[in-house]
Structures are given as structure tokens and as C-alpha cells.
């Protein structure tokens, strides 16, 4: 008596397990399940454009905010560096004139001189020589303007062409020292560029 109980136990159970698995592929199956379905995954495809145009809204935001802090940064080193520029061409006709000063000395003569001339002389050459070395330390520098030296209009200023040894077109001689400060050209080398066809006079 028992142990048909329990079979017919067993039967009935299974038959609910059946008939539950049947509702659920029915339920699924059925046109609002499949509706519902979906929707969610519209919801989803939505959430999944939403959460990608942010992702690329957040990376565009950060190129952008590092893009400003470069710009900052290069403002930042030009203006250190460019707010001497009016200071510092005031100062080339300084140094220009110390450096005649020196140069107006012929060498030869300078066996000539007492001791007090020579010690003056001295000092202009080593007060010439310091300015050019303060104006390097805020980056104003010459410009190579050489005798051969290849000739760069946004660098010289050519004011006469002459014969020389050295090629065409190059910088035969220096009338005046040109500088630069940073990339700018703060004063242009005044020279002579070279005809070739021979040595000048």
C-alpha cells in the first residue's frame, strides 16, 4: 500500500513539473512575453549608445583639457621668455657701442698704451663680454653670420653683394651683429652677401 502511494506520489509530481514547464514555454512564447522581451532589449541598447557617447564625450573632455594645459604651458614659458624682448634690443646698441669701443683699439697699438689706458680697455672688452653672456642666460643670442655661412633673410639683412672666396650667395662679411631671442629674430645680422668669382677687397 505504501509503495504504490509513493509511485503514485511520484507520477503526480512529475506531471506538475510537466505542466509547469508547458505554462513556462507557453508564457514565453506568448505575444506580450515576447514583447516585453523586447523592450528590455531596446532598454538595453539604449543604456549601451548612452554609456558610449559618454565614455567618448569624457575622452574628447580630457583631450581637450590637456590640449588647454599644454597651450598654458607654452603661453607660460613664451611669456618668461618674451617679456625681455623690448629690454633686451635696448641693450644691443649698448653692447654694440662697447664692442667699437674695443674694436677701434687697433691690436698693434695697444703696446703703446700706458697701463691705465690698457686696464680701461680691459674693462670695456670684459663688461662687453659679460652683457653678451646675461643676455644669453635670458636667451638672447647672436646669430651666426659668419664669413660662408649659408645667408637666411629671416636672419640677415643683406645690404651689398661683393666678390668673394666664399660660394655664392653666402655671407661674405659682418657689418653688424644680429640676435635672436628664442625662435624670434630680435635684430637681423646686417652683412654682405657673397658674388663668388673671388676674394674681396
Known amino acids: 500500500m505504501t509503495d504504490e502511494t509513493s509511485s503514485a506520489g511520484g507520477t503526480d509530481d512529475d506531471a506538475i513539473l510537466a505542466a509547469e514547464n508547458e505554462g513556462m514555454d507557453e508564457a514565453i512564447g506568448h ?17 549601451e549608445k548612452e554609456r558610449d557617447e559618454l565614455k567618448n564625450n569624457m575622452l574628447r573632455a580630457l ?20 617679456a625681455v624682448e623690448k629690454f633686451a634690443r635696448d641693450l644691443l646698441n649698448v653692447s654694440d657701442n662697447l664692442a667699437r669701443a674695443v674694436e677701434s ?7 703703446d698704451m700706458t697701463d691705465a689706458v690698457k686696464t680701461a680697455l680691459e674693462g670695456v672688452d670684459l663688461t662687453q663680454k659679460e652683457m653678451v653672456s646675461v643676455l644669453a642666460r635670458h636667451g638672447v643670442t647672436a646669430i651666426d653670420a659668419a ?7 629671416a636672419l640677415h639683412q643683406a645690404v651689398t653683394q661683393i666678390p668673394s672666396e666664399h ?18 629674430t630680435l635684430r637681423a645680422a646686417m652683412v654682405a652677401v657673397s658674388a663668388g668669382g673671388g676674394k674681396s677687397n
Request: charged fraction near 25%; avoid cysteine; proline fraction near 9%.
Open 105 to 111: 683699439v687697433p691690436p698693434e697699438s695697444r703696446g
Open 63 to 82: 583631450a581637450e583639457t590637456d590640449n588647454v594645459r599644454k597651450r598654458a604651458n607654452r603661453q607660460i614659458d613664451d611669456a618668461r621668455l618674451y
Open 167 to 184: 660660394p655664392a650667395g653666402s655671407v661674405a662679411q659682418l657689418f653688424q651683429t644680429g640676435w635672436r631671442i628664442g625662435d624670434r
Open 31 to 47: 505575444p506580450k512575453a515576447s514583447h516585453a522581451v523586447n523592450i528590455l532589449a531596446e532598454q538595453v541598447s539604449a543604456l
Open 147 to 153: 664669413p660662408g655661412a649659408a645667408f637666411d633673410p
